[in-house]
């Protein structure tokens, strides 16, 4: 049974940092794409960041870059999304998700398996 489990979210203030993980299980995790996206209340769930199967090429939302960095640890079958400069706006339940091919990573109708998600609030 695939399983992903996102943990690390909680409470920051503006400008701060926080990083989420998302553990992985039930797959072969190096040969998945991860990606990690997020959903705020009444809005539609938004590509964040991607990383390929390798970890050699990363993908930002232009909203994001600059300041969060996704990362995985395929020894630990573990993704991981730092994220610093924290804005209000950023505030969202944040989800990770797999998928089997490295290509079109930014659709959310692509990927494979998701997490349950964890929410991360960002006051002002």
């Known amino acids: 049974q695939v399983q992903l489990v996102e943990s690390g979210g909680g409470l920051v203030q503006a400008g701060g940092s926080l990083r989420v993980s998302c553990g992985v299980s039930g797959l072969t995790f190096s040969s998945y794409a991860m990606g990690w996206f997020r959903q705020a209340p009444g809005k539609e769930r938004e590509f964040v960041a991607a990383?390929?199967?390798?970890?050699?090429?990363?993908t930002y939302a232009n909203s994001v870059k600059g300041r969060f960095t996704v990362s995985r640890d395929n020894a630990k079958n573990a993704v991981y999304l730092q994220m610093n400069s924290l804005k209000p706006e950023d505030t969202a339940v944040y989800y990770c998700a797999a998928r089997r091919r490295s290509d079109y990573l930014v659709y959310v109708g692509n990927y494979d398996y998701w997490g349950q998600g964890t929410q991360v609030a960002v006051s002002s």
């Open positions: 990383i390929t199967a390798s970890g050699g090429t990363t």
